[in-house]
């Protein structure tokens, strides 16, 4: 099974600040994908990636940056993080087929 | 755009009950996958399931691709069942996945 992990699993970060959400990947899929979860919403489309250097706007890319430097990591940016951004984010990489998602981090923005 | 309607919202059942949950979406789907979520939040693929049918221990997953619609049956239910469960597709295979609202399944002895 592909192994996604993410850090941090936790954040505290205060409104205007700057907050990086890391992901990285060991199985070499090449599609790599951002999602955050609220409640009422389920989980939501941020940004994804075909591969090293690419990155694409998702269903609500707004207020969000990403950043594929390798295959095996994709990073999602808050330049200037909001509370209305406090969420829980999952990494998920694949290959065109099943999607393998990470344990998820909690961004709590103050 | 793309919808994915999940029907019960919830359901509650006594172990030992089955259950059949069901998935309704909007546009073709390339990529259909069905996931739980434990009450602690990680996600647990069941299923990717994009048409047929296929089983898994006391789950089986229907895909009907041409009606549209997806089901997660659920035989003989324990209290370990207890959860959300999920349905999810991608019309383009690698544009990442719509999520449905899920259904809280609750298992009570």
Not at chain 1, 40 to 57: N, P, V
Not at chain 1, 60 to 70: F, L, N, T, V
Request: hydrophobic share 25%; net charge neutral.
């Amino acid at each position: 099974e592909a192994a996604v992990t993410q850090s941090p699993r936790n954040k505290v970060a205060v409104t205007g600040g700057k907050v990086t959400l890391s992901c990285n990947q060991t199985n070499n899929h090449n599609n790599m994908y951002w999602y955050r979860q609220d409640t009422g919403h389920g989980l939501r489309l941020i940004h994804y990636s075909y591969g090293a250097g690419s990155t694409e706007k998702g269903d609500i890319p707004d207020g969000y940056k990403a950043s594929r430097p390798s295959q095996e990591n994709f990073s999602l940016i808050l330049e200037l993080a909001t509370p209305s951004q406090t969420s829980v984010y999952f990494c998920a990489s694949g290959d065109a087929g099943e999607e393998y998602f990470g344990p998820g981090t909690r961004l709590t923005v103050l | 755009g793309q919808q994915v309607q999940q029907s019960p919202a919830s359901l509650v059942l006594q172990e030992g009950e089955n259950a059949e949950l069901q998935c309704n979406f909007s546009s073709t789907a390339t990529r259909l996958q069905w996931f739980y979520q434990h009450p602690g939040g990680r996600l647990v693929s069941l299923f990717y399931n994009p048409s047929g049918t296929k089983h898994t221990g006391r789950l089986t997953s229907t895909t009907v691709t041409n009606e549209r619609r997806s089901s997660l049956h659920i035989s003989s239910s324990q209290t370990t069942d207890s959860g959300t469960y999920f349905c999810a597709i991608d019309p383009n295979y690698a544009q990442g996945l719509t999520f449905g609202l899920g259904t809280r399944v609750s298992v009570f002895p």
